[in-house]
């Protein structure tokens, strides 16, 4: 039996841009009429050339950005912020990690107050206890206790990032869209972090809508894949099925300038560079 | 010479909990026409080290180091308004959080153009076609249109591409690249790392290239400088890293990739770390 948590049908955004002193104003078609669904519980990847509209829908999914058209049905309840029909528990129930952690972050909170302000909001739960979750929640992301009393600036860029991945995940969200969530982290963190998605995942049956240009993450993560082109969705499955057989030309493309971290590799390149 | 040689660099912040030592003793030598790849765990001093050289550390950090030069003369010794100078004009800096060190109140045609007029001799015209061919260069679609697009109105990786054709404008005698191709697919990825060492190839640029991705490395290196808590655990030219990496941490980095996952669990480094340490202990018994 299916149980979509997410349905989308037709999902449409425009962003019109003013015209210069000698321009017209122009209209880009950022996402151009995508539908999936993701089963509760499922990871769907989405994948898809810089500027193809990843970041325009994932806005529009958690409710940021109204769509230009079409229909968002989140656990059966259509979605229209633009009626102003949002509860604060739909809102609760979808987190996003945006790509840029930094914008996120406010300057001037620490990173123990960013943790527990979801709880403090949302939860009648005590300071004490709060703390305390803020703590473990370091921890999961490899954090270290001392990074409790700091203040965005003094992290470095995949650091940030995790704390981004961390505010997220504090109240468990039933969806949660991520961002590009481990372009900055070096691989063994994000091995960290992906693991930790995946426990979650098991234990509160959440569900992820994971934004990446990074195809063995995705290979990693996905139960259903789909690609993005020029604001279309060119190519939508299983995993398994997307990546043993992909049919459009960019996917293709992707896999084949996918780079080589082999040996031989290494030596034709620099035999190359040095008969130059 | 060489075009920038540090030596036992040293940085300290202070935080509220006490000082933190962020880097402990670190070497970078990078020669003219040079590739140098800086690769190590997030937090271990990559973006720290290069903001050092540069001066653009906050006051809570205290900075030494035994050498600190670029062709010759002691950064150091130069007074605040030489160094300005030289950054940014000989030395340019991709900065890893590219949206944020985009100015958000001025148009990235705007930004391009101020960054000619500053340190090349440019006239208007020429100027105006610099920046078109600087955004065709790192892949931005009808450039001609997208010069009056503000830093919000741009997806992220294409933010990322403006910083790169900021960067690389006035052809820097050394350019820094922190993490520059973490916002883009592997297509748009390989168009910027062949940008790059083009730029290194015909002008004889240093480039440092810092990057988790070990695919980039092999791609465009001479040599790597692989970091762990603040300190060097290994510098290599890029063949030896890959055919025989020495510190057990390289050589979990290069294990850690996804594609050798094993059942439902990556592995992480610390799992690698853990059995060569239980390893050498076990040699001892
Ligand atoms: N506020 C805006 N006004 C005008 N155009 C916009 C705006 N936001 C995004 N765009 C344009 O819409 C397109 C899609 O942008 P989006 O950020 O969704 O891309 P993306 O797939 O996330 O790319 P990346 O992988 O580089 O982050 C891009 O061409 C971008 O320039
Ligand atoms: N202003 C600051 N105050 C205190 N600590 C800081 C400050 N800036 C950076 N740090 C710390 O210094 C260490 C090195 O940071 P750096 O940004 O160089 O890491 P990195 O190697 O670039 O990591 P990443 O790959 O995640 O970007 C980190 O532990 C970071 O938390
Ligand atoms: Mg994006
Ligand atoms: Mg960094």
């Known amino acids: ?276 | 010479m060489s075009l920038l040689q540090i030596r036992n660099l040293r940085v300290e912040f202070d935080t509220a909990a006490g000082p933190f030592r962020a880097l402990d003793g670190v070497d970078y030598t990078v020669e003219a026409g040079e590739v140098l790849a800086i690769v190590g765990e997030s937090g271990s001093g990559k973006s720290v080290a290069m903001l050092a050289m540069m001066g653009l550390l906050p006051d809570s950090a205290t900075v030494t180091a035994d050498e600190m030069s670029f062709e010759g003369v002691d950064l150091r010794s130069l007074s605040t308004a030489q160094r300005r100078k030289v950054i940014g004009k000989d030395i340019s800096m991709i900065f890893q959080e590219p949206i944020a060190s985009l100015n958000p109140c001025f148009t990235v045609g705007f930004q391009l153009l101020e960054t000619l007029k500053a340190h090349t001799d440019l006239n208007r015209r020429q100027r105006r076609d610099r920046v078109i061919e600087l955004l065709t260069a790192v892949g931005i679609p009808e450039p001609e249109r997208r010069v009056n697009a503000f830093p919000h109105q741009m997806s992220g990786g294409q933010c990322q591409r403006v910083m790169i054709a900021i960067a690389t404008a006035c052809h820097p005698k050394l350019l820094i690249a922190d993490e520059p191709t973490t916002a883009l697919d592997v297509t748009i990825q390989k168009q910027i790392l062949d940008l790059l060492t083009g730029l290194q190839r015909d002008h004889g640029m240093g480039l440092i290239m810092i990057t988790h991705d070990m695919g980039v490395v092999a791609e465009t290196a001479d040599r790597v400088v692989v970091q762990y808590q603040g300190k060097q655990m290994e510098t290599a030219d890029v063949l030896t890293l890959f055919e025989a990496p020495e510190h057990p941490y390289t050589r979990a980095l290069l294990s850690a990739l996804p594609e050798n996952a094993t059942g439902d669990r990556l592995p992480t480094v610390s799992d690698y770390t853990e059995a060569f340490a239980s390893e050498q202990t076990e040699a001892r018994t």
């Open chain 1, 1 to 276: 039996m299916s149980d979509a948590i997410l349905k989308v049908r037709d999902l449409k955004r425009d962003y019109v841009t003013k015209g210069g002193l000698f321009t017209p104003p122009r209209v880009l078609h950022a996402v151009k009429g995508v539908s999936f669904d993701v089963e509760r519980g499922s990871t769907l990847a989405v994948v898809g050339e810089s500027g193809c509209g990843k970041s325009t829908l994932a806005r529009m999914l958690t409710m940021i950005d109204a769509p230009t058209s079409g229909s968002i049905e989140i656990d059966g309840a259509p979605i229209d912020i633009s009626a102003g029909k949002v509860t604060r528990e739909m809102r609760q129930a979808v987190q996003i990690v945006f790509q840029n952690p930094y914008g996120s972050l406010n300057p001037r909170q620490k990173i123990g107050a960013v943790l527990e302000e979801p709880l403090l909001l949302n939860t009648s739960t005590p300071a004490a206890e709060r703390r305390d979750l803020a703590m473990a929640m370091l921890e999961k992301v490899g954090l270290k206790p001392e990074h409790y009393g700091r203040y965005p600036h003094m992290f470095s860029g995949g650091q940030r990032q995790r704390v981004a991945i961390a505010r997220a995940i504090m109240l468990k969200p039933k969806l949660l869209v991520l961002d590009e969530p481990v372009s900055a982290l070096d691989l063994s963190v994000q091995a960290q972090i992906l693991n930790l998605l995946a426990d979650l995942q098991d234990e509160f049956n959440l569900t992820y809508v994971f934004i990446s240009h990074d195809l063995s993450v995705v290979r990693y993560i996905a139960d259903q894949v789909m690609v993005m082109y020029f604001g279309e969705a060119v190519e939508y499955g299983t995993r398994d099925a997307v990546f043993d057989n992909p049919q459009h030309d960019y996917t293709k493309t992707l896999f084949a300038a996918t780079p080589r971290a082999d040996v031989a590799s290494i030596k034709a390149r620099l035999a190359a560079k040095s008969a130059a």
